[in-house]
T-cell receptor
């Protein structure tokens, strides 16, 4: 059981705008990771937060930023949207810090379309 | 770049076993092998993971080669609900998941 929820389900924005995507992790999970999944590809790691601090970042520019809150919710913010930002955005929560053995529980994703 | 290679697609008949291969020739001694799958219109879900020994759970079995350079995910009896993209991922402490394109499994009735 994932227990991870994301909102909104779908979103349409125009180039240059800013967007905030939200994720609610499973209770007790201190780690949240965000991924971008383009059509037909596997998810690409954006960044990870552990106990409200960024704990690792993939190859994404600074206009991708995040926040994690004490109530197991988190946000992904994207500024100055570009057409290539159109994708499915996934969040995943896990109990600990290590991906060696910790299971990641993914939400259903937010489909962002940039026009 | 993903550290694993998988076939782009595979096909299986319903109620037959399915063997999904994964090559990871550059695996390190402390890399874990994870399998996740992504059903249509859903986020990925955990299937199984292992280090050296073969692993079984209620969903599948993971067979790991003795030299650990390859592994096979085994679905013992494929159902239509098993149609998904299956990802084989290596992970170590402090490293984040690197997903490749995965294997798209089609299950024929």
């Amino acid at each position: 059981e994932t227990g991870v929820t994301q909102s909104p389900t779908h979103l349409i924005k125009t180039r240059g705008q800013q967007v905030t995507l939200r994720c609610s992790s499973q209770s007790g999970h201190n780690t949240v990771s965000w991924y971008q999944q383009a059509l037909g590809q596997g998810p690409q790691f954006i960044f990870q937060y552990y106990r409200e601090e960024e704990n690792g970042r993939g190859n994404f520019p600074p206009r991708f930023s995040g926040l994690q809150f004490p109530n197991y919710s988190s946000e992904l913010n994207v500024n100055a949207l570009e057409l290539d930002d159109s994708a499915l955005y996934l969040c995943a929560s896990s109990a600990g810090l290590t991906t060696s053995t910790d299971t990641q529980y993914f939400g259903p994703g937010t489909r962002l379309t940039v026009l | 770049d993903a550290k694993t290679t998988q076939p782009n697609s595979m096909e299986s008949n319903e109620e037959e076993p399915v063997h999904l291969p994964c090559n990871h020739s550059t695996i390190s001694g402390t890399d874990y092998i994870h399998w996740y799958r992504q059903l249509p219109s859903q986020g990925p879900e955990y299937v199984i993971h292992g280090l050296t020994s073969n692993v079984n759970n209620r969903m599948a079995s993971l067979a790991i080669a003795e030299d650990r350079k390859s592994s096979t995910l085994i679905l013992h009896r494929a159902t239509l609900r098993d149609a998904a993209v299956y990802y084989c991922i290596l992970s170590n402490y402090g490293q984040n998941f690197v997903f490749g394109p995965g294997t798209r499994l089609s299950v024929l009735p």
